[in-house]
């Protein structure tokens, strides 16, 4: 692996325009969808799961797993971005929807949280029983960064044998910190609004779908995450209050436990997911987790000096997962 330090693009140092920036130019991925083939994974008798296979050959290959962040999908962009630098380098790459998602709306009863490692759990015994994977690197985005280490604290040191490494990039790995920050700072509130309205938006849905449940209309006219965490979250999963749920499960709580070497990708200026000192505190005291740490890299964006030509190799955090996948796949 380079391991090369991330510089900021010219002009778009700052977390509001990495952020808003990296969203901007990376609509461009959103331009069709590299994956071969959708298979349905059976989590529970309520909820079934989309995995989306892309195979960079016939043969086996090294192959990356990736997971989206909150009220995102497989076909995030930076989700499809990752997916087609990966295919590049030769990569076998899965997208997986979690419960929730654009996918996932008819084939689950229950809604998520943000902690929830059974979705992925089930993606990987899959991907360990395909032939076509050699080795296999998982891959969170913000919250799937939070359920990435999550499922490896909770592995241990009997992790799957496929199973080489974790890449955790702007991992939400503290979620009181994040709900804090998102319902507390008036510089975020934008931010906070739009997952407020996607999460309700599902709320709506499943209600159509399942019919109204006794936090349904409570749900939906929550107007901080912490209100909407207390009525949607908190009575599905048996959590005592929403500070119970932030404990539980946050993976930063957890993280002595890991023991698959994995690779954490954050900025010191994502002031929605403030996670980095604890992160890097976590490291020293675990050699099996190693943090790169840039000074100004936003939320999930790290838009590299040589943004302008619009190319996904110049977002540097999808550069890094695609190597550190290659070199943990050897």
Known sequence: MSGERFLPAPGVAGFHRQTLFAALLRFQHLRGDPAQ??????????????????WARSGAAPTLLLVHGM??????????????LALRAGLHVARL??????????QTEWLGHAGQIEDLAVAVDALQDEGRVSALTLAGFSMGGNIVLRLGSHWGARAPSKLRSLVAVSAAADLHACQSALDGEPGLRVYRDSFLRRLKRFVRVHAKLHGERPWTAEALVADSLLAYDAAG???????????????RASALHELD???????????????MVPCGPS???????NPALTVELAQRGGHCAFVGRTARK???????????VVEHALASGL
């Open 97 to 106: 929807d979690l419960r929730g998602a654009r996918t996932r709306e008819a």
């Open 37 to 54: 083939e959708c298979r349905w994974l059976q989590v529970d008798e309520h909820t079934r799961v989309a995995l989306h296979m892309s």
């Open 310 to 320: 619009a190319s996904p190799t110049h977002f540097w955090a999808e550069a890094r």
């Open 71 to 84: 009220c995102g999908s497989a076909r995030s962009n930076y989700m499809l971005g990752t997916t087609r």
């Open 233 to 247: 979250v908190c009575p599905v999963y048996d959590f005592s209050d929403p500070l119970d749920y932030y404990t």
């Open 257 to 271: 436990a890991l023991r698959v070497p994995t690779l954490a990708l954050h900025a010191l200026d994502d002031r």
């Open 279 to 285: 992160l890097v505190a976590a490291a020293a005291r």
